[in-house]
């Protein structure tokens, strides 16, 4: 009865003409926290043309809230399409402690732009482990867009001793103008 | 009469580091958090020009850009587009959306004067 219920509402969601129809689809289908459901509403998410039925997509992956959902949305991270790119930040940071794990690995990734989106999610993150994951980066990473990032985040989140020399130390790595802005305004918030 | 730019990016250091180097130039500066806003000011107000990143919640720079341009009021006003996406496919949407200029983060202050003085017209 579920199965078939499932698989009528994933089939709404793919074919039905009428916008309406599909976003009543994609909201229903939070009901079935199921990973061929996840599967279905990410490919969907990527192919869909209209915004209201994407933007249900994407409130019904955060309501079904699985590892599957993190796994999906941190591979649209890699995507052209900004919107999707956003949509999985926006997913990753909403679902916090599930995103964690997936997240750390998406620091050691070779591309800069997919440790930026990591960072950025980071940075939202109201967990301990995300201010020292932050600091690793700026002592690690090599790129110095990803490092002006975790340093902003780490000013806003106001911060001990050993976190303000971490960022200090950051300007030293870079010869880098934007860099240094960011550090002086980085301090300055911990300051506070 | 000083060129009147908006600054749209949903980083505050971004925000902040564009302003330092433009206002010491004698540019006036505005800010934005997000497209919402970018779009709502420039309904306001009359920009001369407009810097957009790409990477923002809710509505992406692209997208902003494209908004700007089908209003009868943006479609002149020169926008330039800063963002840390440096693939070829990032740069032709941004020309597609209708961006004059698209440059890769970080931006040198010296580089970004430049620029800003060439496409807004001031010597």
Redesign the interface.
């Known amino acids: 009865m579920k199965t078939s219920k499932v698989k009528k509402l994933m089939e709404i969601l793919s074919t039905h003409p009428e916008e309406r129809e599909r976003r009543y689809a994609a909201m229903e289908l939070s009901d079935f926290p199921r990973e061929d459901v996840v599967e279905h509403l990410v490919n969907r998410l990527v192919e869909e043309k209209s915004r209201a039925v994407q933007e249900a997509i994407v409130s019904t992956l955060i309501t079904i809230g699985t590892e599957a959902v993190v796994r999906r949305c941190a591979e649209l991270l890699r995507s ?1 399409d ?2 999707l ?2 949509s999985a ?2 997913v990753l940071q909403l679902l916090q402690h599930t995103s964690l794990g997936v997240v750390k690995e998406l620091l050691q990734d070779p591309d ?2 997919v440790r ?2 990591a960072v ?1 999610v980071l940075g939202e993150l109201k967990v301990k482990e995300a201010v020292e994951l932050l600091c690793r980066v700026v002592e690690e990473d090599e790129d ?2 990803v490092v ?2 975790a ?2 985040y780490l ?1 806003e989140m106001g911060l001990r001793g050993d976190d303000r020399e971490t960022v200090r130390k950051a300007a030293e790595r870079f010869s ?4 240094e ?2 550090v002086e ?2 301090l300055r918030k911990m300051e506070v | 009469m000083s060129v009147h730019i908006l600054v749209v990016d949903d980083s505050s250091t971004v925000r902040g580091y564009y302003t330092s180097i433009l206002s010491k130039a004698g540019f006036a500066v505005d800010h934005a958090a997000n497209g919402y806003e970018a779009l709502e000011k420039a309904v306001k107000f009359d920009y001369d020009f407009f810097i957009v990143d790409i990477n923002m919640p809710k509505m992406s720079g692209y997208e902003l850009v494209r908004q700007l341009r089908e209003d009868e009021r943006g479609v002149g006003v020169p926008v330039i587009i800063i963002s840390t996406e440096a693939k070829d496919s990032d740069r032709l949407e941004g020309y597609r959306a209708g961006a004059n200029l698209f440059l890769v983060k970080p931006v040198k202050p010296e580089r970004l004067l430049f620029l800003t003085k060439i496409i807004a017209g001031v010597r």
């Open positions: 052209e900004a919107y790119r956003n930040i926006e800069p732009d930026l989106f950025n110095v867009n002006a990032a340093v902003e000013g880098d103008p934007f860099l802005y960011a305004v980085a």
